[in-house]
Structures are given as structure tokens and as C-alpha cells.
């Protein structure tokens, strides 16, 4: 999400003298901003996928990863729910957050691949997956979530996808450079 603000403040800058309003370029991009972002237009609105994490963390919570995203500049957390593992929350608890309470984009996959920030539900468990498997409360719980998620908006075992599976949008063989979810999470056969 740095890089779409990042771009609105430089245009603004560059098209706006000081004691001038933004141009209507600047505004139009604002506004398709907000489009996708809050998912205003029909076109943005529903989900296509569901893309799972890990923290990589031993313990943590919704508040501890929003505090963290909002200080890299995601805007907040950047994932629509969190399964705690015992350590900040319960374990197996699922949370939402407000991205799924406001039915939100995500910020959970890089600037690369968008469409899977527009249309994908980022589930995070708490934990490093590369070190340990997820509880079993965890596990059930995922499990329950993706069901329920995958039953309500359609979306097929082929949506279903850890993070490093996530292609980019604008290269279809590239994907995300990254170990999460962690080798431990095995994600549902397709």
C-alpha cells in the first residue's frame, strides 16, 4: 500500500502549487483509490481467493499486527483474520478484523499482486510455521473458516492458496518470494 500513497502525494505535489487545490488528476486518482481499496464498484466487490499466512512469530494478535502494519504504512493490519496459537490470543480463536468487518481490500500479498489484495481473504495464524506445525485448535479452526468462507462466496479449492503460491498480476510465472505460509501449513488438496 506504500506505493499507491506514495503516488498520490507525488502527483499531488507535482500538479498542485502550494496554496492551490489537488488537480482533477490527482483527485480521479484518489478516487480510484478508494474504489478498489474500500471495494465501491461492483467490479472490486466479492472475493476469488483465499490466501493464507503465517505471523513468523511465536505469539502475537490483532492488536500487536495492527500496530506493527500501521507502522510499515499498511494502513493497518492487513489481513481480513487472525487464529491465535495461546500466545496473545486464544488458541484456535478466530478474529476478524475491521478490512472483513468493512469488507475491505487487504494488504497481505506484495504491490505485485493486487488483484489477490482486491479479491483474496487473508487468513493469518499466529506462529512460525517454518519451525512448527500449527496447533490443533488452529488446524480445526482453519479448516472451519475456509469452509465456511469457501461455502458463502463460492470460491473453489483452486482459490485457496498459500502466500508463496500467490502469482503476480502482471506476470503469471512469477510468484511471491516468500517462504510464508511455512513449510509446516499444509494448505487443503486442490
Not at 502527483?11 to 492551490?20: L, M, N, P, V
Not at 475456509?146 to 470460491?155: M, N, P
Request: net charge positive.
Amino acid at each position: 500500500m506504500k506505493a499507491p500513497i506514495l503516488f498520490l502525494i507525488l502527483t499531488c505535489i507535482f500538479s498542485c502549487k502550494a496554496d492551490e487545490e489537488p488537480s482533477s488528476t490527482a483527485l480521479d486518482e484518489s478516487n480510484q483509490f478508494d474504489d478498489w481499496y474500500y471495494k465501491q464498484s461492483p467490479q472490486y466487490k466479492g472475493w476469488k481467493y483465499i490466501v493464507i499466512h503465517h505471523s513468523a512469530t511465536d505469539g502475537g494478535s490483532v492488536a500487536a499486527f495492527d500496530r506493527f502494519h500501521r507502522d510499515q504504512g499498511y494502513g493497518g493490519i492487513a489481513y481480513h483474520f487472525v487464529i491465535g496459537n495461546g500466545k496473545g490470543m486464544k488458541d484456535g480463536e478466530v478474529q476478524s478484523t475491521f478490512r472483513w468487518r468493512q469488507q475491505m481490500s487487504g494488504t497481505h500479498v506484495s504491490i505485485n499482486s493486487w488483484n489477490h489484495n482486491i479479491f483474496g481473504i487473508g487468513i493469518c495464524l499466529v506462529g512460525d510455521m517454518q519451525k512448527h506445525k500449527p496447533t490443533k485448535a488452529q488446524k480445526k479452526a482453519l479448516d472451519s473458516l475456509i469452509s465456511e468462507l469457501q461455502k458463502k462466496y463460492k470460491i473453489p479449492n483452486s482459490g485457496i492458496m498459500g502466500h508463496g503460491e500467490v502469482h503476480f498480476d502482471n506476470d503469471n510465472k512469477k510468484k511471491e518470494q516468500t517462504l510464508c505460509p511455512g513449510k509446516n501449513l499444509t494448505r487443503r488438496k486442490k
